[in-house]
Structure formats: structure tokens, C-alpha cells
């Protein structure tokens, strides 16, 4: 049973380098997330896609965009890297709406100097 | 504004000894309580939903209840295996449709 699964597991950029991160679901959910955990913050949501097609933001989207790709695959995309991006980023997915249990994958440690 | 606090932050327990983790919320319009355990280096691991004060859920040692404003989690006789960081988060409705986290209570349990 996969899940969530996200790609890649590390990664280290340097500043101003662009990356995207994968994200793909085997559950049939309709809706997926996109947060970032940074410690004593806690996990904070940057993008969601409620449904394919369609993309909103969340609490933090400033210095990235995402794309539903389908109704699998969910990408994440920092086109400029600052060091202040460094996080671990984990992909959710639900059936419906926030009133739905959510489902993570492992996370993308990601790291820039 | 709606929020999610959790207590302790941290505890510590010895093989067998139980407690009660605590997560307290202000939001308008409860529409769920969710539980999530996190291991080191993983993501969340959904545990429970309590939609309705009153509601209880259980699952092995641990049982998740629900009032009006805040739930617990009861921990019974735990085990070194049971350690790990526990999350609770609410739905949110203000601006965008989302799950409200808490910074979670890091639960060492020793032998």
C-alpha cells in the first residue's frame, strides 16, 4: 500500500537554484495539500487543490507554485530558493474537504545554503 | 481566530505508567478533531476523528475523547513503541478551507 508517496526524500540547493518536488497518491483522493514543518512552528499549509483542475493558497505561498498534474500526481515548485525555504515539506491527500481525515507521505527534506 | 494548543509539549513516562495528552481549540463550527501520530523522519500517521462532543475512539492503548472545547488523548500503560510526537488539528472555514496543527507533544515512554 503506498499512500502518498513524495520525491525526492533530500535535497540540498543553493540559493536562487529552482526545484520541484513530486507528489503522488494512489487512494483516489479528490483533494491534496502541500505544507512545510519548521520547528516550533508546526505544519502549516502552503498550496491545496481540492479537486483536479484547480489550485488555491494556503497560510505560506509566497516563493512557490504548485500544479495538479491530475488527479494523482501534485507538484510543488520553488522557483527561486532563499535559505529561509530551508524545511521538510510533506504531501497530504483527503477524499473531500479539510473535514477529512488527511493522509501524509514521508516528506521532502530539502535544505538551502 | 482559531487555534490549536497542545499540553505538555514534551512528556515522559516509564513502560506502563499512563497519562493524558492534552489538545484545547477555538474554532467556530466544529466540524472535526483529528489525531495524528509522527514517528521521527515521518509523515503524520492518522490515528482518529471525533466529530462530536461526547464521542470516544480507541485503538489498542490509546483512546481519543471530545467536549466542547478541547480533547484528549489517554494513553494506557504505554509502551516504549508508543513513543513518538502526537498532533491534533482542526478544519478551519476562515479564508480558505484548511486543518489548523498544533506543535504536538513529544511523548518519550522508557523502559
Known amino acids: 500500500n503506498a499512500g502518498v508517496t513524495q520525491t525526492p526524500k533530500f535535497q540540498v540547493l543553493k540559493t536562487g537554484q529552482s526545484m520541484t518536488l513530486q507528489c503522488a497518491q494512489d487512494m483516489n483522493h479528490n483533494s491534496m495539500y502541500w505544507y512545510r514543518q519548521d520547528p516550533g512552528m508546526g505544519l502549516r499549509l502552503i498550496y491545496y487543490?481540492?479537486?483536479?483542475?484547480?489550485?488555491d493558497k494556503g497560510e505560506v505561498p509566497n516563493g512557490y507554485n504548485v500544479s495538479r498534474l491530475n488527479k494523482r500526481e501534485f507538484s510543488l515548485r520553488l522557483e527561486s530558493a532563499a535559505p529561509s525555504q530551508t524545511s521538510v515539506y510533506f504531501c497530504a491527500s483527503s477524499v473531500g474537504d479539510a473535514d477529512q481525515p488527511q493522509h501524509f507521505g514521508d516528506g521532502t527534506r530539502l535544505s538551502i545554503l | 481566530e482559531d487555534q490549536v494548543t497542545q499540553s505538555p509539549e514534551a512528556l515522559r513516562l516509564q513502560e506502563g505508567e499512563s497519562s493524558s495528552l492534552n489538545c484545547s481549540y477555538t474554532?467556530?463550527?466544529?466540524?472535526?478533531l483529528f489525531w495524528y501520530r509522527q514517528d521521527p523522519g515521518k509523515g503524520p500517521e492518522f490515528l482518529f476523528t471525533l466529530y462530536s462532543a461526547g464521542e470516544e475512539k480507541e485503538k489498542e492503548r490509546l483512546k481519543a475523547t471530545l467536549t466542547k472545547k478541547e480533547s484528549f488523548l489517554h494513553i494506557t500503560a504505554p509502551k516504549p513503541e508508543d513513543s513518538a510526537t502526537y498532533l491534533c488539528?482542526?478544519?478551519?472555514?476562515?479564508?480558505?478551507?484548511?486543518?489548523?496543527f498544533g506543535a504536538g507533544t513529544r511523548l518519550a515512554v522508557h523502559p
Open positions: 488539528a482542526v478544519p478551519t472555514r476562515r479564508g480558505y478551507n484548511k486543518l489548523i
Open positions: 487543490s481540492a479537486s483536479e483542475g484547480t489550485t
Open positions: 474554532v467556530s463550527g466544529l466540524r472535526g
